[in-house]
Each structure stands twice: as C-alpha cells, then as structure tokens.
C-alpha cells in the first residue's frame, strides 16, 4: 500500500506554481523526509495530503487510494503543523480534554503517559511551555489519536539538538510498536540519515529526487580526478555536480554495479548530506523510481 500517492498534483497561487507536476508514490512503512530549500513546496505538498489545500491539477490519495481530506483520511491521518497549534492560555490537562473531544479514538491514557514520561506538568498553561515541551505535546497527542500516518511539518525547526533528538526519538519508537508510517519536512539534513529510511527532496515547486536513502546512497559516488581527464569521464556517468579546483575535479555521479571506475580516478561512498547538496545546488538533476511506479499503476487501472 502507498501511503501518499499523487498524480499530476498541482498548486498554483495566482498564477504561481507552489507546487507542480508533483508525481510520487510513498509506500507505507516509512519514515519519510521531505527535504528542500525555502519555499520549496514541502508545506504546499504536506497541506494537500492532509487535505488542507485544495489542487489547482491532478490529485492526491493516502492509505491505498483514500482521497486526502476525506472524513475516512481525517479518522487515519494525524497532522501536525508548523507552527504547532496548540491553544496557548488553556492548561495541558484541558488540552487533552479537547483533543479527546474532538476526536473519535483519542486514547487519553496514551497522552497522558506521554506527558507524564516529559514532565510536563498537567495544569501547566501551554504558553508557559518551552518550545520543545510544547513540540512533544503536540506530538504526544498526534500519537494518542493511533494514526497509520502521521504527517509532521518542521517538527525539528524550534528544537536544540538534545529536544530534536528526544523528539525524533519518540517518533521511531511509535514506528516501531506501532507500525505507522511517517512524514516529516526538514531542514536539518545532518540529522535525517539517524532518522529516516526514505527521501522526497524538492526544489521550486518539483519533487527532484524519490527512494530509499539506503537505494540512493548506494547508486552515487564522489568521484575524484585529474581535470585533464574530466570531460571523457563526465561522458561515462549521469554527473549530477562537478567542482573543479586547480588540476582536480570532483563530480558527484549516478552510478550502477556494471560501470569502471576509470584509471587514476577514486570513488568513494557519498553521505546523505553531500548527496542532497548536490542535487539542491543542481535543481534541473532528477533521480526518480516512484513516478514510473505511479504511472505504470495507472496505465493498468
Ligand atoms: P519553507 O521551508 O520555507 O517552509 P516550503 O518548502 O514549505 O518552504 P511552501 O510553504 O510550500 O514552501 O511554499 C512554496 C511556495 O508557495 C513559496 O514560494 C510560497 O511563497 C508560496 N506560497 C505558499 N503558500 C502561499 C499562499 N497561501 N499564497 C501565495 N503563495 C503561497
């Protein structure tokens, strides 16, 4: 099962595209970052899967082909937002109580475990919260709802590394108990590959890279070499980046098992940093498999 699946999707905002052409298949199991510079259309592509933002083209499902928004979606998907919304003068217990009100399977002795495990105190006001305790709250209750997909905006943005860790900690082992799959923007490249196993990278608007971090790892290398030889090698590898410093040139290349690694030239393994890099400094390169899954899906309906 695909737990985001999107053809064609589409917004535009007075005639500017946030978000275009957007083709992808996530199955589930996951954690998904969704990685990309300001203004990218994370927010954008994260808003139309939980049903917040209408498309301007094509659509988005979840779960198996349920449309996003839908009252069965609402039931299944948990979102928390950017900015963390949360009523900021009510207490943490009161907080509770109208997230237990508003929805259906809220299971109260989950949050309030979770809240307990935080110390964070129940009749303290949120405002009064520090803005990782506030973070964990909000998660705390995005996961007592038992959601099959949780869906997280920035959740590490306002975070020190120490909250960053220990939130993204409670999320992998919501994972692991509960078999859901996740998705989470970020900025905080260095931290993802710790955190999770599947990458959608965007840039102006398009999704510029899909797969397994592992997968996609493991199909590029650095290659360094002599500058005289550069040009014949670029010809035998998709070069995603090249850097030329005096008489050495590093590229950044796709890679399969078949292709030499030509003489006098060194491969090593990328890090998933130096991979996104390249490839945000370099927004026309693509690699995809999800799209091609997608369109084969639909070709057979
Ligand atoms: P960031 O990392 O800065 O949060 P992002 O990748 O989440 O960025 P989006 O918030 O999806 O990017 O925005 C994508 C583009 O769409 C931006 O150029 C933004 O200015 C524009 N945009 C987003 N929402 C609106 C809106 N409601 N009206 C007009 N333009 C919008």
């Known amino acids: 099962m695909n737990v985001v699946e999107s053809f064609g999707l589409g917004v535009s905002y007075r005639g500017t595209w946030a978000l275009r052409d957007c083709t992808l298949a996530v ?36 779960l198996g082909g349920i449309g996003a928004g839908s009252p069965d979606a609402l039931e299944r998907v948990a979102f928390v937002a950017q900015e963390t919304p949360l009523y900021r003068h009510i207490t943490v217990r009161a907080m509770l109580t109208v997230a237990a009100n508003l929805n259906q399977h809220f299971d109260r002795n989950l949050a309030e475990a979770r809240v307990a495990a935080l110390d964070i105190p129940l009749d303290r006001r949120i405002g009064r919260l520090s803005g990782g305790q506030q973070a964990q709250l909000a998660l705390a209750l995005a996961l007592a709802r038992r959601p099959d997909l949780l869906v997280l905006d920035e959740p590490l943005a306002r975070l020190d590394p120490l909250a960053r860790h220990e939130v993204m900690a409670v999320v992998m082992s919501a994972v692991a108990e509960e078999g859901l799959s996740v998705i989470f923007s970020s900025h905080v ?43 014949r090698v670029a010809e035998s590898f998709a070069v995603v980046e090249s850097q030329h410093a005096g008489r050495q040139t590093q590229f950044v290349a796709r890679i399969d098992a078949s292709v030499e690694i030509p003489k006098s030239w060194v491969a090593e393994n990328i890090s998933l940093d130096e991979l996104v890099l390249a490839y945000l400094r370099e927004p026309s390169a693509t690699a995809m498999s999800g799209p091609l899954a997608v369109s084969a899906n639909r070709a057979g309906r």
Request: hydrophobic share 40%.
């Open 189 to 231: 490249v260095s931290e993802l590959e710790r955190v999770a196993d599947y990458l959608i990278l965007m840039s102006h608007g398009r999704v510029q890279m899909v797969g397994m971090i592992d997968d996609l790892l493991s199909k590029h290398v650095v290659l360094n070499g002599p500058t005289d030889d550069a040009e």
């Open 27 to 62: 199955p589930e199991g996951h954690i998904v970052a969704l990685v990309g510079s300001n203004g990218a259309g994370k927010t954008t592509l994260l808003h139309c899967a939980v049903g917040l933002t209408a498309p301007t083209t094509g659509e988005v499902t979840v």
